[in-house]
């Protein structure tokens, strides 16, 4: 796979995210992620994270069925734009230039190969904060100091029908490069991680058992410290939440991990994915073999089965 000299794509932008039970979820990233809301447009509830340097963060949207809609993608500049766009383009894929919500730009929309919908834009507006000021400048807005903290999106992971499609998909349109991979004893992924910058991943997909098509795995969520997702699963236990499997350490990437079911039935992960910087320019691919994940995680932790199971929609 050929490796970009440089990211056309800065990071991972705003998701949207679908819920049947639109207060409950509300209540999940507003009250217990200490997440503020900065708009309500129809349907949908604009978040940001307290260290989102852009206006929000997910986007809310009450539907009849969970599941993942839109995620946006910032280009790393305006030619960036007009280059990725144009690779997208080639795919067969583009849907076409829309004006952009809540402080972004010109947006360019897209599906990826399993039909997840997609969108990249450059321009966008920075929050300025009001009554959240940070006593730091170099903060986005003040430390919450309440529930969970979630600091920033750090990570998307879909499920998918095809996961070799959809992984050479984000490398030749949004230019991402990969960083680890599961091989199956049948040749095959079973999951396949991608990365923007320095983060060992941003975009993940897993391999979807029940060939649905556009399903979500998981949003992660980062927030500093590995004590702060202990404390999380404490406040999730306290709250009445779903707590599936963690906290403990994922061996690939080891990223030290959470992942709880908001109430609206999509997963949500706390991930200290930070600690892992791909430095190396010619970072070779991590390729883990179907026994070796066997072993579990990297305590030894087994990969709990509802993992391998559910998505939303649920299906
Ligand atoms: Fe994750």
Known sequence: MAVPENFDVAHLGPVELLTPSFDESLWFFRDLLAMREVARIGDSAYLRTWDEYQLYTVKLTATDAAGVGR?????????ALERRVAAIEA???GDGWTDGEVGTGPTFLFRDPDGHAMAVYYETDRYVATDDRPALKNQASAFPGRGVNARRLDHI????KDVEACGAFVADALGMRESERIRLDNGRFAAWWFHFGLKSYDVVYSDDWTRHGNRLHHIAFAPDTREDILKAA????????????????????QTFFL??????GNRIEFANAGARLLLDPDQPVVEWSEQERRKGQAWGMKTIESFHTHGTPVV
């Open 91 to 93: 795919t067969g894929l």
């Open 157 to 160: 992971n879909y499920l998918a």
């Open 259 to 264: 992942y709880v079911w908001e109430p609206g």
């Open 71 to 79: 995620t946006s993608f910032r280009a790393s500049s305006r030619d």
């Open 234 to 253: 404490d406040i999730f236990l306290e709250n009445g939440i779903h707590i599936e499997s963690g906290p403990h350490k994922h061996a690939i990437n």
